[in-house]
């Protein structure tokens, strides 16, 4: 379970130049990249985080995975405050984020192992974990070549095996689809459903993506972000419901867009 309110962040960035001679330096500007972010992602549950570029999902996600810190708001996973007991969080979790930071001179194996022993596995336990998730993510032609050289989808199951290897009870997904072909995409979809099940343990998982089928074919609730705000919450039915739509992509466009005008 992963519980997220009121979550805020903001960044200094560097003022924009100016023409002509001046001796004095521009003050830094002040960029709200989170102003106010709310989600409740229960385990067994697929939770989509939409919204369009620039609206906080990636810094809010990386914020959970305890890359940055808030600075306002509270994040919860499996009743451990991410804030004051990190370490215990993000044990608690699988993260894979848009950098896939694969080790191009390891094997996917490698990869995986060494990942493992990073969260406590011994050498036995994180090999096995890795023959068990390659059998999962129909990847076991690959675990023994250099992810040097590897495709998007190659890539991406193996960072998705690395994120698993220690059988997280909540998995943290940022636009994993990204680059992806149809049949890859297909075997994705198909890993989280399982993972989602009681079969696959139930998990708690956080998709974060900006297309709009998968969302309706893969989630069970969603959370559209704008301008660093949670705008809308609910399944997808009760979304369309809410925006009296029946085209999802137009459903979001008018939660995500409704304090300015429509995009054509």
């Known amino acids: 379970m992963i519980h997220i309110e009121h979550l805020a962040k903001q960044f200094s960035a560097p003022a924009a130049g100016h023409k002509g001679l001046s001796f004095k330096r521009a003050a830094p500007r002040i960029v709200q990249a989170v102003r106010d972010v709310n989600l409740h992602a ?46 215990k969080a993000l044990a608690r979790m699988g993260v894979l984020s848009d950098a896939r930071g694969l080790y191009p001179r390891l094997s996917a194996r490698e ?12 050498a036995d336990a994180a090999n096995a974990r890795a ?26 199951k193996t960072a998705l095996a690395r994120a698993l290897v220690h059988d997280p009870a909540n998995i943290i997904l940022d636009e994993p689809t990204n680059g992806l072909d149809v049949l890859a995409t297909r075997a994705l979809r198909d890993s989280l459903r399982w993972l989602r099940s009681t079969e696959g343990g139930a998990k708690c998982i956080v998709f974060s993506t900006h297309i709009m089928q998968e969302v309706e074919r893969l989630c069970d609730s969603v959370v559209v972000v704008a301008h660093g705000r949670t705008v809308a919450t609910g399944s997808v039915l009760e979304l369309l419901t809410q925006t009296d739509e029946q085209d999802f992509e137009e459903a979001f466009v008018k939660l995500a867009f409704a304090d300015e005008e429509t995009p054509a």
């Open 111 to 122: 990869n995986i192992v060494y990942y493992g022993r990073l969260h406590g596995l011994s």
């Open 42 to 87: 229960p385990d067994g549950h697929i939770t989509g985080l939409l919204g369009p570029n620039g609206a906080g999902k990636t810094t809010t996600l990386r914020m959970l995975a305890g890359l940055i810190a808030p600075d306002a708001g509270r994040m919860v996973v499996d009743d451990i405050d991410v804030a004051t007991d990190t370490r």
């Open 131 to 156: 023959e068990s998730l390659a059998r999962m993510l129909d990847m076991r032609p690959l675990l023994d070549r250099r992810t040097d050289g590897f495709s998007q989808g190659e890539r991406m």
